[in-house]
Each structure stands twice: as structure tokens, then as C-alpha cells.
């Protein structure tokens, strides 16, 4: 299920869904940078997903309680990626 509503930045090129259950939060981001989120995540398992290279990077969620959004900085991939935040 779409859920771009939980972009606080790059909306225009990031893509985020929802599985229908709202377990799991997936985020497709078709090149390295700081994603943030609207909400608190910071209590969610959250990894990368390396595309090109096939490899899985654990991520840190750190939720900014002044802005109100969580940050999942930049990783080790240089295109795509697809965030996965484990959410129940």
C-alpha cells in the first residue's frame, strides 16, 4: 500500500509503502542519501537492502523529537536501495 506520506523529504524521487498488514515499512531510494521520516521510528528493526550489490546493511532509525521525523542516514550503497523498518 502506498505510504508517501511518511516522507519528510525526497518525496518527489523516494518511493515508501506500507505491506497490508503495516508491518513492515519499505522504502525504495534510488541513490545514497539521508532519509527522513515523518514520526517516530526510532524503535523499528531497520536495514538496507544494497540492490547492485546484494548485500543487506543494518541501519540506525534516530527519531529527532524538535523536528518530529526520523533520520536514516546515508549508507555504503551508491544506487539503489530499499529500506525495510520492521514496524509490529
Do not use: C
Amino acid at each position: 500500500m502506498p505510504a508517501q506520506e511518511v516522507l519528510a523529504t525526497h518525496a518527489d524521487d523516494v518511493f515508501a509503502s506500507k505491506t497490508a498488514d503495516g508491518s513492515k515499512l519499505l522504502v525504495y531510494v534510488p541513490y545514497n542519501a539521508d532519509i527522513r521520516l515523518a514520526g517516530d521510528f526510532s524503535s523499528s528493526h531497520a536495514r538496507a537492502i544494497d540492490l547492485a550489490e546484494r548485500t543487506i546493511v543494518p541501519l540506525e532509525a534516530r527519531f529527532d523529537a524538535e523536528k518530529g521525523t526520523t533520520l536514516l542516514a546515508q549508507g555504503t550503497w551508491f544506487e539503489d536501495a530499499v529500506l525495510v523498518l520492521d514496524l509490529a
